[in-house]
């Protein structure tokens, strides 16, 4: 029986396509299209199995007495708190209680919520942590964390953590920590910690404000779990057990945190957070002289609700944010960079997580930000003020309005556009939801004939539906769209929709993927780099587990990625083979075969250096073979490395990159990232030698002050970059920046531009 979806799952094949791909790839394309229909109907019939969970809760008092911070855990409500202990393992294995003994206690009064975690360990040796920066990350680096749901819905959560020397980080998690980019650490908000070390461990005594969260009035009940990482005892263990291929952050392993009385609203909460900045720059290659610039302004936090939360910006500056890092680019499409700017953060994925990678409706660095052609380097565009409310309309409906006024900027031809999202979010069944989202790009100016080169439109919408699939147990997860595209005139195919579902167990990842995008199907506010095709990515993994003292786990892993679209027939082929291996010192190895295929349907030079184009309509077939290895964490002295050597369009390819780290604990971390590319293609093609240098230089003084020295030597466009930025915490979320940045011809060391910012920003409860 021929299986193949309908309707709005239905990939079609062009005429001209039926011999090179049908006839050569016809039972994959239907084994992985049938069985991407089975795994549909599976994740809605199969039953919530929830392997190796206990059904755990904690009771959580009111506190009788003042609590102290102090790390030391001595008033008496700590000592009448219930507890919780008997922490898994999450590595290096799922199956057993952790050797590094935890119990943590919890308790709260008006202001706040408070958390105490004893964390034992009599081994010698000091504990590892990267510096003494805020918001660390990394696998090895010993810390507690708190992992907090106040809505119970397994999808939107906080997380709190602390090192043993009283480092902080938060964060907030969505899709329900599905995966490592679903945890963003850089979110900022209010609360407090102090440690204490002592002979048998270290204590933390924590207190978040119920006003840094955001939760239902009158709630009994929130959703909790902690998780630990012991460098000692090379261990990551949790509280309610995860199994080891998700995340251990998962939502979808908590337990119930059952309050003595229901929680009454936290009071007004309304922050203001001004800023002064002022500096100076010179840009050589127009021959200006020195501008002096000083700006006002302020973002707003008022909370609607508890779990409602108006955001309002002024004149924002983003000047602190850290430079993006470069990469070499051998692509024929457009590179991703991830935001970081604080005023877009909250309840991100409302907006931000509709379509699929490579296909966002919706991209909020397409607000304010612009590329300067000379060096290649993000701008900024100014933007007059927004606003954006955001966050719970009940236990089942959550939504996102934003509204953002962006000036003009004559000299890269950019009109002031007013950007409008609104996204609407229903929960069903346990953990899956559907959305919609609205996307309006708008200039209220007249078009005149003398500008319309740079006023190309009014106008541009976008509506669209998503499904996201998740099951309680967290094995399926997936998603479903359709996403329309309005222009000022009426274009056929302006759509997109896609089906994505993928199954995982610890032994077994399996995931279908199709896409198809129509012919004039666009996004000035999304991020799609290409439209006008249809694609199949089927990919299938399967791990071991041996009893060994020196594997953790052994992977294979198998793929394809097939695009095509109706006019040039199969443009795009990839099939590929591998293994993974992780040894129980966290240290990683991978190697990988792949057979490429690509038809260019517009001219293009592999270099990227403006040489002489591969003409349109030629195809290429090459094979490669590609292996890394991530070294163990657990020393101070760390690296990774990557290689890929083989065939390359017309030419060959040989490629180095990684990066090599070294610790000074606890005040510094010194890095080096590197690329490098060696390219060679027959005449008249350019052959190239391309080099992607970054060293990096983040030093923390204290615990409130850190400076940040970062260099970029880009020999593909021919720019070396430095930013260099000081940070003075001097009050909880208020800092002083001292940012310096230049950028330099990489041949002959000529200055393009360079500037130099001062910033104040001061957070305010009103």
């Known amino acids: 029986m021929r299986c193949r979806f309908a309707l709005l799952f239905h990939i079609s094949l062009p005429q001209r396509t039926q011999s090179c791909f049908i006839n050569r790839y016809r039972l994959l394309y239907h084994i992985f299209t049938c069985l991407g229909l089975v795994f549909f109907v599976g994740a809605f019939q199969a039953k919530a199995q929830i392997a190796f ?39 290096p294995f799922d199956s057993s209680y952790a050797n590094a003994k935890t119990e943590v206690r919890l308790t709260y009064d008006e202001q706040f919520i408070y958390i105490g975690a004893i964390c034992y360990n009599e081994l010698q040796g000091s504990y590892l942590i990267s510096s003494l920066r805020r918001d660390y990350r990394g696998p090895a680096y010993d810390g507690f964390t708190v992992v907090i749901d106040p809505f119970c819905d397994r999808t939107n959560g906080f997380v709190f953590g602390v090192s043993p020397f009283g480092v902080q980080r938060e964060g907030l998690v969505a899709n329900g920590g599905a995966t490592s ?23 933390a005594e924590i207190a978040i404000p119920f006003k840094t969260l955001r939760f239902k009035q009158g709630a009994t009940k929130w959703l909790i779990n902690f998780y630990r990482i012991d460098s000692k005892y090379n261990e990551r263990s949790t509280w309610v057990p995860i199994p080891r291929n998700f995340q251990i952050y998962s939502l ?40 002096y610039t ?10 609607i609700t508890p779990a409602l939360n108006l955001d309002l910006t002024f004149n924002p500056d983003f000047s602190q944010v850290e430079v993006d890092r470069q990469v070499t680019n051998l692509d024929r499409f457009e590179i991703f960079f991830p935001e970081r700017r604080q005023f877009f953060l909250e309840n991100a994925d409302l907006f931000a997580d509709f379509g699929m990678n490579r296909l966002r409706p919706f991209f909020s660095r397409r607000i304010g930000v612009a590329i300067d052609q000379r060096t290649g380097q993000n701008v900024q565009n100014t933007i007059h003020f927004g606003a954006r409310l955001s966050g719970k309309l009940g236990p089942n409906w959550r939504t996102g309005l934003m509204t953002m006024q962006a000036a003009p900027d004559e000299l890269i031809g950019l009109p002031s556009y007013n950007y409008s999202v609104a996204a609407l979010q229903r929960k069903v069944f346990s953990r ?24 190309s439109m009014h106008f541009h919408r976008l509506a669209g539906v998503d499904y996201n699939i998740a099951s309680r147990n967290n094995q399926w997860n997936g998603k479903i769209f359709f996403h329309k595209s309005i222009h000022e005139q009426p274009k056929p195919s302006s759509f997109a929709h896609g089906f994505n579902v993928m199954y995982s167990i610890p032994t077994l990842t399996v995931e279908w993927t199709h896409q198809v995008v129509g012919k ?113 964490t657990l020393r101070d002295f760390y690296y990774n490395l990557q290689t890929y050597l083989g065939q390359f369009f017309n030419g060959t390819r040989l490629e180095l990159s990684g990066d090599v780290n070294y610790r000074i604990r606890p005040y510094a971390l010194l890095s080096l990232d590197f690329t490098f590319n060696r390219l060679r293609f027959p005449a008249p093609y350019n052959s190239a030698n391309l080099w992607l240098l970054g060293p990096r230089f983040d030093v923390t003084f204290s615990r409130s002050l850190f400076l940040t020295a970062f260099f970029q030597y880009n020999s593909q466009i021919n720019n ?4 260099t930025r000081l940070q003075w915490r001097f009050r909880p979320v208020s800092d002083f920046f001292l940012v310096y940045t ?19 920003t001061y957070w305010l409860n009103l």
């Open 53 to 91: 969970r206990r059904n755990l809760a904690i009771h959580i008092q009111k506190a009788r007495s003042k609590i102290i911070l102090d790390g030391k855990l001595e008033e008496a409500d700590w000592k009448m708190a219930e507890k919780a202990t008997d922490f898994f393992q999450h590595f």
């Open 181 to 203: 980019s679903d945890l963003s650490l850089s979110w900022d908000n209010k609360w407090y910690v102090e440690t204490r070390l002592h002979p048998q461990g270290w204590t």
């Open 252 to 291: 979808a392993y908590t337990a119930e945190l059952l309050w003595d009385q229901p929680l009454g609203k936290p009071g007004a909460n309304w922050v203001a957070i001004p800023y002064l900045a002022g500096g100076a720059s010179k840009d050589h290659l127009r021959a200006t002289s020195v501008q």
């Open 294 to 303: 000083r700006s006002v302004g302020a973002d707003a936090k008022i909370a």
């Open 432 to 455: 899956s939801n559907i959305g919609a989202i609205f996307v309006n790009k708008q200039t209220f100016d007249p078009i005149h004939e003398s500008d319309s080169g740079k006023r």
């Open 520 to 632: 004039n199907y666009t996004a000035p506010v999304g991020f799609v780099p290409r439209n006008d095709f249809q694609r199949i990515a089927p990919r299938l993994v399967y791990n071991f587990f041996p009893k060994s003292k020196i594997v953790n786990r052994l992977g294979f892993f198998a793929s394809t990625d097939l695009i095509w679209n109706n006019h040039n027939g199969l443009t795009d082929f990839n099939l590929t083979v591998g293994s993974l291996m992780r040894f129980q010192n966290t240290a990683e190895a991978n190697i990988a075969v792949s057979r490429d295929y690509i038809l260019l349907f517009r001219p293009f030079d592999p270099t990227n250096t403006g040489g002489e184009k591969l003409p349109t309509g030629s195809a290429y077939t090459y094979y490669s073979f590609s292996a890394g290895y991530n070294s163990s």
């Open 720 to 723: 070396i970059n430095i930013n």
């Open 742 to 760: 230049d950028n330099y011809f990489a041949d002959v060391l000529a200055n393009k531009n360079r500037a130099v910012i001062a910033k104040f």
